[in-house]
């Protein structure tokens, strides 16, 4: 996921059911365990003690090398796209070379000493997890000696920037999660440079509000288009700044389009659970078909959106049938949570149930809390990149759309975090049955209406193999994009001259995610155009565009991008 502006995001879009665990860090508040994982260090240890002549081996070895980076012989270079080690002094100066040689050797044999021990694949992870945000914290780019660009500012500006860094390490740490600031909010505002497509409020409920957009051409496709946002940030990421909003691609496209606004939770909305938003979910298609005078709906949902959208359309086939469903879009979404990345084997179901009554008690899981368990999948562009710009530099934070919409966190209501972390425990969605949703049992396979999945080639949140998994669990016929971005850029991802972006497409689905990397073909530029063209199949004749928005039923009650959107 990872272009440079991916790079610098945080919690992005949402969860899958795997990374829901991880939101049990955030509703205890044990930062501790990020580092410390006493299960892993255990069985790590004990693999390590059963080989000691491996352990001796990579000592020995780690000796070697160190002299080689000592008598300036040692061949380590840092991995292709690190820009921590960008500067051209790491491979000039005598100094700072050896000291960036000897810091990757330490890395690598530590490395060498987990999978020697040949834990199983939960502790494996997890020791991995652990060793790596150590040595992140300890990479020589952190300290204001070791790091060049530091040492240049500090010459030039005789130690101002350290002062402007003091002070805004001061401001960042009074407040919650108590890490680096990653955007200068100055300059953004929504509902004008961002969530800026013209269109009106046609529904209000407790829960949601329901945005449909003012057309732009003359004639719209007669079958509308509904998104889902993910529950644990707004729902803008859909429409950003102007020509980088999907949103105004879609209605450019001659798309009815319509976006649900979540309500943003607090202790009297609580028991909101996963019935509430699947009822949500059917209750603004049911607004789309009213308004559009359509009986069937596309539907398609982001993150944590699409695990919802699942169960509402599965407990739709349970009963009345998918008629008024025309199509499903999934994107970065995991409805298969086993071994779905990092963050699935970071939990336990003991930390899971304390998470579960913590939330409970407060009546939601705050978001600040979510961005900072999030800035730790990823320290290095979410965390200690921000420590050297904003303390060690002295400089501001990047000014940059997708910044701000991560910044602009919301809480998630207790009663979904807690059906989340159940789901992902028992990865009841994937067995037929194994999850009721508004009281049907749920089985993807009757959900046979033709679906589009986008993931994305380097997320670190939901990784593309266990996207890939929808492929085999959902019925009908199935389009897989695996564009080569990650978790927001996979979405945000409008097509341009200058875009270096590609995806992967293919005819086939394998069973396994590698079959089809095999097979797929590599196509240049952004996916947004195919799926345009997809959806235009799918969405019947075109007809003149309504001249109001709403109807006698649904009436507009004010201006996009609404109220919710607001609340803080």
């Not at 939601?364 to 710009?389: E, H, K, M, S, T």
Request: some cysteine.
């Amino acid at each position: 996921m990872t272009t440079t502006t991916e790079t610098r995001t945080g919690p992005a879009a949402g969860a899958r059911a795997g990374l829901d665990v991880l939101l049990t860090d955030a509703a205890v508040g044990n930062g501790t365990r990020r580092f410390i994982q006493p299960r892993a260090v255990a069985q790590v240890a004990a693999g390590v003690a059963r080989h000691p002549r491996r352990l001796a081996a990579r000592a020995t070895g780690l000796g070697a090398e160190l002299a080689r980076v000592a008598a300036g012989r040692s061949e380590q270079r840092p991995a292709k796209g690190d820009r921590r080690f960008a500067d051209a002094a790491w491979e000039r100066n005598w100094l700072l070379r050896r000291v960036l040689q000897g810091y990757l050797a330490v890395g690598e044999a530590v490395d060498r000493v987990i999978t020697d021990a040949d834990a199983d694949w939960q502790a494996e992870r997890q020791a991995r997890f652990a060793a790596s945000n150590v040595l992140d914290a300890l990479a020589p780019t952190n300290f204001p000696w070791s790091n060049p660009a530091v040492l240049r500012a500090i010459v030039d500006e005789g130690g101002a920037n350290l002062t402007r860094g003091a002070r805004r390490f001061a401001g960042d740490v009074a407040w919650p999660p108590r890490l680096p600031a990653s955007v200068d909010t100055e300059g953004f505002e929504v509902g004008g440079n961002l969530a800026a497509t013209p269109g009106a409020v046609v529904l209000r409920t407790e829960v949601f509000e329901l945005i449909q957009y003012q057309p732009q051409t003359p004639k719209v496709h007669e079958v509308p288009l509904l998104f889902v946002p993910p529950t644990i940030n707004k729902y803008y990421v859909l429409d950003l700044a102007p020509g980088r909003s999907v949103v105004e691609h879609m209605v450019a496209a001659g798309q009815q389009v319509f976006v649900v606004s979540w309500r943003n939770p607090d202790e009297g909305q609580g028991h909101f659970d996963l019935d509430t938003y699947a009822g949500a979910v059917l209750e603004a298609r049911d607004a789309v078909a009213e308004i559009t005078r359509r009986p069937a709906v596309h539907v398609n949902a982001a993150c944590s959106g699409g695990i919802i959208s699942a169960g509402a359309l599965g407990h739709l086939a349970a009963e009345e049938g998918l008629d008024g469903i025309a199509s499903l879009t999934l994107w970065v979404c995991a409805l298969d949570s086993a071994r779905a990345g990092t963050a699935s084997a970071l939990t336990s179901r003991e930390t899971a149930a304390a998470a579960i009554a913590e939330s409970a008690r407060r009546g939601y899981l705050d978001g600040q809390a979510l961005a900072g368990v999030f800035a730790w999948l990823r320290p290095n562009d979410l965390v200690w990149n921000y420590v050297i710009n904003n303390y060690l530099l002295g400089k501001k934070p990047p000014a940059f759309d997708v910044l701000y919409w991560n910044h602009d966190a919301v809480r998630l209501a207790a009663g979904l975090h807690r059906d989340f972390v159940r789901l992902a425990l028992d990865n009841s969605l994937v067995r037929p049955g194994g999850l009721e949703v508004l009281g049907s049992p749920v089985d993807l396979s009757a959900i046979d209406v033709d679906s589009y999945i986008v993931a994305g080639a380097n997320d670190h949140i939901v990784p593309w193999q266990s996207a890939y998994g929808s492929t085999q669990l959902l019925g009908g016929d199935t389009r897989f994009v695996l564009s080569a971005s990650g978790h927001i850029q996979a979405l945000v991802n409008p097509p341009s001259a200058e875009s270096r972006s590609s995806y992967r497409i293919a005819g086939e689905h394998p069973s396994e995610p590698e079959a089809f990397l095999e097979q797929a073909a590599k196509l240049p530029g952004s996916w947004w155009p195919d799926y345009v063209d997809w959806l235009a199949q799918r969405s019947g004749e075109m007809k003149p565009a309504p001249k109001k928005l709403g109807s006698r039923v649904h009436p507009a009650q004010g201006k996009a991008p609404g109220s919710y959107v607001f609340a803080r």
